[in-house]
C-alpha cells in the first residue's frame, strides 16, 4: 500500500520570494509520482508528474519538482512566486497499475504581497 | 477540453436523509472516481468504477454507494446521511486506455455537502 506525507498544512510566503512545499511518500512498489493544485473554489488540476527518467521534472506555471529515491520524498519548488499561485497543493503516488491515486493531507500556500 | 460537472456546488441536507451526488462527464472515459476532501486529510478514494454497471470499494465506502448505469454519469449515494458526512465531495474522470500515468485525473468543481 501507498502513503503519502505533506509536511506542511500551510506555507505562507511573500511575493517573489521562492518556496517549497514537501512531500514524502512510502511504497513497496516503483512509484509514479504527482502534483495537483487546487485553486480557490476549482477541481484540481495536474501539475507535473514523475514517471520515469531525469529526476528533475518541470511543470506549468513555472514549477519542479525533484524525485529523490534514496530519501522517498518528491518536493515542489518555485524559484519566485505570484499572488496567483495562493492555491492548495497535493501530493500523489500511484498504485502499480497506475490506474489509481493517493493523495496526502495537501498544503496551503498563501502568497503575500 | 474534458469537462466533469458535478450538478451542485451546495448541498444542505438533514440527518437521515437520503443524498444524491451527481456527476457527469463529456469525454467518454471509461474511468470515474468519488473522493471526499477534508482538512489536513486530503483527498479520499470513496468508490470507483471502471465500466457502466461496474463499482469497486476505495479506501472509505462505509456509509455510500454509488450507481453507474451509463458511461457518461457517475453518482454517489448517501443511504442515511450523517454530520460525519459533512464534507466537500469531487469527482473525476479519465480514460481507461492510459491510466493515470499518461492521463490525469479530470476534477469537477466539487460539492459542498453540509449535513445538519
Not at chain 1, 31 to 57: A, E, I
Not at chain 1, 62 to 89: C, M, W
Not at chain 2, 60 to 79: A, C, M
Request: aromatic share 12%.
Amino acid at each position: 500500500a501507498q502513503s503519502v506525507t505533506q509536511l506542511d498544512s500551510q506555507v505562507p510566503v511573500f511575493e517573489e520570494a521562492p518556496v517549497e512545499l514537501r512531500c514524502n511518500y512510502s511504497s513497496s512498489v516503483s512509484v509514479y509520482l504527482f502534483w495537483y493544485v487546487q485553486y480557490p473554489n476549482q477541481g484540481l488540476q495536474l501539475l507535473l508528474k514523475y514517471l520515469s527518467g531525469s529526476t528533475l521534472v518541470k511543470g506549468i506555471n513555472g514549477f519542479e519538482a525533484e524525485f529523490n529515491k534514496s530519501q522517498t520524498s518528491f518536493h515542489l519548488r518555485k524559484p519566485s512566486v505570484h499572488i496567483s499561485d495562493t492555491a492548495e497543493y497535493f501530493c500523489a503516488v500511484s498504485n502499480n497499475a497506475g490506474n489509481m491515486l493517493t493523495f496526502g493531507g495537501g498544503t496551503r500556500l498563501m502568497v503575500k504581497p | 477540453d474534458v469537462k466533469v460537472t458535478q450538478s451542485s456546488r451546495y448541498l444542505v441536507k438533514r440527518t437521515g436523509e437520503k443524498v444524491f451526488l451527481e456527476c457527469v462527464q463529456d469525454m467518454d472515459h471509461e474511468n470515474m472516481f468519488w473522493y471526499r476532501q477534508d482538512p489536513g486529510l486530503g483527498l479520499r478514494l470513496i468508490y470507483f468504477s471502471y465500466d457502466v454497471k461496474m463499482k469497486e470499494k476505495g479506501d472509505i465506502p462505509e456509509g455510500y454507494s454509488v450507481s453507474r448505469e451509463k458511461k457518461e454519469r457517475f453518482s454517489l449515494i448517501l443511504e442515511s446521511a450523517s454530520t460525519n458526512q459533512t464534507s466537500m465531495y469531487l469527482c473525476a474522470s479519465s480514460p481507461s486506455d492510459r491510466g493515470l500515468v499518461n492521463s490525469p485525473l479530470h476534477f469537477g468543481n466539487g460539492t459542498r455537502l453540509t449535513v445538519t
